[in-house]
């Protein structure tokens, strides 16, 4: 029950997260503020491994990862990023990022999926579902 509950607070905050960036891209477009740029290559600074606790939930229900200490690695291909995981949890490739003037970076979706990728300083968050499989991210 103690792994439930803390599983649960970690997937609320991705949902805040995810929240959060729903909530700031509907704004205003005269607002006053510069808007994203479109897709961008992370930096090399941000290419790079973070630990977070990790959960995969395969579409399949076996093989679930609940609430390990694992690590997150971002690479990059063009503007397309693959994030490979550590305790077996598939990768998720294609990711394209859009930037902005402060240097936090935020992900979006693709056809058939439902991505929240937020790379805000030296913390990754992650809350993703791609063809019914589900992963959370989050830094400890």
């Known amino acids: 029950m103690k792994l439930q509950n803390k599983l649960f607070g970690k997937l609320t905050k991705v949902m805040l997260v995810l929240s959060v960036m729903f909530i700031s891209s509907c704004g205003s477009d005269d607002d006053g503020t510069v808007p994203a740029e479109p897709f961008v290559a992370l930096p090399s600074e941000v290419l790079t491994t973070f630990s977070g606790e990790l959960t995969y939930t395969p579409a399949s229900g076996m093989g679930i990862v609940a609430g390990v200490q694992g690590t997150a690695t971002i690479s990059v291909s063009g503007t397309n ?10 990768s998720i490739t294609g990711i394209r990022f859009l930037g902005s003037s402060n240097g936090n970076y935020a992900s979006v979706g693709t056809s058939g999926s439902v991505a929240g990728i937020v790379i805000e300083g030296n913390e990754l968050t992650i809350g993703a579902t791609i063809d019914s499989n589900v992963w959370a991210f989050v830094p400890n």
């Open 81 to 90: 990023h693959t994030i490979s995981f550590s305790d077996g949890v598939p």
